[in-house]
Nanobody, 128 residues
Framework: QVQLIESGGGLVQAGGSLRLSCAASGRTFSRHVMGWFRQAPGNEREFVAAINWSGGSTAYTDSVKGRFTISRDNAKNTVALHMNSLKPEDTAVYYC?????????????????????WGQGTQVTVSS
């Protein structure tokens, strides 16, 4: 059974930092794209960042460019999201996602339909 388990969420003041981590089990994702999405109350789930199998190709939504960094450790089957200069509008539940069909791709999907596995989410709350 494939599981993606997020950790690292919490409450932080505006301008602060958090590091989210996602640990995958049940299969290896070292050859596949992994990503992060978020969903605020009343909003649709939106793309945040994604990284290809090697780490050589990444994508970010415009609102987090320069503040967030996605990284992965294939030996540990994990992906992380380093979030700096956090803003109240970053408040959301953050979800880890993984793609399963295409190996060694340099294309990173930015839509929810591009991913097959999802974690349960971790809450990030940024106070002003």
């Amino acid at each position: 059974q494939v599981q993606l388990i997020e950790s690292g969420g919490g409450l932080v003041q505006a301008g602060g930092s958090l590091r989210l981590s996602c640990a995958a089990s049940g299969r290896t994702f070292s050859r596949h794209v992994m990503g992060w999405f978020r969903q605020a109350p009343g909003n649709e789930r939106e793309f945040v960042a994604a990284i290809n199998w090697s780490g050589g190709s990444t994508a970010y939504t415009d609102s987090v460019k320069g503040r967030f960094t996605i990284s992965r450790d294939n030996a540990k089957n994990t992906v992380a999201l380093h979030m700096n200069s956090l803003k109240p509008e970053d408040t959301a539940v953050y979800y880890c996602a993984a793609e399963r069909a295409i190996e060694f791709s340099d294309v990173v999907p930015t839509g929810t339909g591009g991913y097959d596995y999802w974690g349960q989410g971790t809450q990030v709350t940024v106070s002003s």
